[in-house]
């Protein structure tokens, strides 16, 4: 059963060949959705979708999908994260169901972080499905019309399906082929690892080229402007699969304290310039951690203001 389909803003935009730019917002541990809609509007019109994440690090916050919605409510295009991590395939399903009678129209398909990390680490991983499942059944449910067990669903999800890639973690020899696995799940767009190591990152994006990748899925490329050089080491000594040179480090430190964030988005920015004339990067996705009112400049600055209407 084929299903009529309307292609979300970000969707159109990364079509029509113009550079795509979406940024994120963690929910709040709390029920307040003031907080969800006052980070959406510091950046709603310098993106073309905002994700929403889903219990990021484990530690239990508003659901994804409430975010969603209450940015969808304010005019602001959202983008659904769903991890694994704490649904098995009959929550999965439901939820999906949930954000499309929304018309939540875009979805990134997460395994997410494993709960020892976060406030309840006696806490059960699910995994039912892995990430690269759920966007079979994201795929499934939306081009054929069909839950898991065969029925019909009324009403099919109308949604663009995203997944992540991390050009970063090793072996080096995998990420590739594991970016051509989640191409074949039927994943239409890739946000990527944040980004410190150029170079790694164009021998990654050049071997995805060379395998014709990239003309079959849309690569964001994930950037997080560092606030400090205090950040630059944790991130590079205490998170799993972040590379950051050291080079990077030191140019932080070189500049004195209170100077140390417009480093970190100077590099931020000018990281987005180098990598916007690199073939294969359809996009960016800008992940400023608690620091959106950064994101229009970074915007701006990198030669990607305004956003196009399509």
């Keep these: 059963?084929?299903?009529?389909?309307?292609?979300?803003?970000?969707?159109?935009?990364?079509?029509?060949?113009?550079?795509?730019?979406?940024?994120?917002?963690?929910?709040?541990?709390?029920?307040?959705?003031?907080?969800?809609?006052?980070?959406?509007?510091?950046?709603?019109?310098?993106?073309?979708?905002?994700?929403?994440?889903?219990?990021?690090?484990?530690?239990?916050?508003?659901?994804?999908?409430?975010?969603c919605i209450h940015l969808k409510l304010i005019g602001i295009e959202p983008v659904l994260q769903m991890v694994t991590r704490d649904r098995n395939r009959v929550a999965l399903q439901s939820d999906i169901l949930g954000a499309a009678s929304f018309d939540i129209p875009n979805m990134l398909c997460l395994s997410g972080d494993h709960q020892s990390f976060g406030d309840c680490a006696q806490g059960q991983n699910v995994h039912d499905l892995d990430s690269m499942q759920l966007v079979q059944t994201v795929r499934y449910m939306r081009d054929e019309g069909k839950f898991l067990g065969g029925?019909?669903?009324?009403?099919?999800?109308?949604?663009?399906?995203?997944?992540?890639?991390?050009?970063?973690?090793?072996?080096?020899?995998?990420?590739?082929?594991?970016?051509?696995?989640?191409?074949?799940?039927?994943?239409?767009?890739?946000?990527?690892?944040?980004?410190?190591?150029?170079?790694?990152?164009?021998?990654?994006?050049?071997?995805?080229?060379?395998?014709?990748?990239?003309?079959?899925?849309?690569?964001?490329?994930?950037?997080?402007?560092?606030?400090?050089?205090?950040?630059?080491?944790y991130m590079k000594n205490r998170v799993p699969g972040m590379d950051v040179p050291d080079e990077i480090i030191n140019r932080l430190a070189s500049v004195p304290k209170d100077k140390q964030a417009q480093e970190g988005i100077d590099i931020c920015v000018e990281h987005i310039q180098e990598l916007k004339e690199i073939k294969g990067v359809s996009g960016f996705h800008i992940m400023a951690i608690e620091w959106e009112e950064k994101v229009p400049e970074i915007v701006e600055r990198s030669g990607l203001y305004p956003r196009p209407k399509v």
Aim: glycine share 6%; with cysteine; aromatic share 6%.
């Design 151 to 233: 029925d019909d669903i009324k009403r099919p999800p109308k949604i663009f399906v995203g997944a992540a890639a991390n050009p970063f973690a090793d072996p080096f020899e995998i990420r590739v082929p594991r970016l051509a696995k989640k191409i074949a799940c039927g994943a239409e767009f890739i946000q990527t690892q944040c980004i410190y190591n150029l170079d790694k990152f164009k021998e990654w994006i050049k071997r995805a080229n060379e395998r014709g990748l990239t003309e079959k899925t849309f690569i964001m490329a994930g950037m997080t402007p560092m606030k400090s050089v205090g950040m630059a080491k």
């Design 1 to 67: 059963m084929s299903t009529l389909y309307t292609a979300s803003n970000l969707e159109k935009v990364l079509k029509a060949g113009h550079i795509g730019v979406t940024s994120e917002c963690g929910p709040p541990r709390g029920s307040d959705s003031e907080e969800v809609r006052k980070k959406g509007l510091l950046i709603k019109d310098y993106v073309d979708a905002i994700n929403v994440t889903d219990n990021q690090t484990a530690m239990t916050r508003m659901s994804s999908l409430a975010a």
